[in-house]
């Protein structure tokens, strides 16, 4: 019976441990990659980045809120060594809407392998 239970708490603590790492991860990610404007970070449910197979950067942001929400984004792309990498597909905020209790997925691609990082910018409208 001891063992049991002490299995059932090395478990718990275990994915407590997996848990925590995960958030911690996220959180990282919001802060390098978003900029909030009248908006909370927790509508950040998730943020994947990678390099796909043709080299190209690209990410999927997925938000999600309480209460319905108009959000204007834009993405800014950046070269390696920080400059701003100029696209007119990129330079206006879009506007989206947040319906509550949804899940809304913004993926977006990178128009060159010179793309090596990005900045998010989420406004509440």
Request: glycine share 4%.
């Amino acid at each position: 019976m001891k063992n049991k239970i002490f299995a059932i708490f090395l478990a718990l603590f275990f994915i407590s441990c997996v848990q925590s790492k995960i958030n911690s991860q996220l959180e990282n990610n919001i802060a390098k990659y978003v900029e909030f404007k009248d908006l909370s970070k927790s509508i950040v449910k998730d943020l994947k980045t990678r390099t796909n197979l043709n080299g190209l950067l690209e990410f999927e942001l997925i938000l999600q809120s309480s209460s319905d929400k108009n959000i204007a984004y834009k993405v800014q792309w950046e070269d390696e060594s920080g400059f701003y990498i100029k696209s007119p597909l990129d330079e206006n905020y879009e506007l989206v809407r947040l319906n509550a209790g949804r899940e809304l997925v913004i993926k977006k691609l990178a128009h060159s392998q010179n793309a090596k990082d990005f900045k998010i910018f989420l406004q509440g409208k």
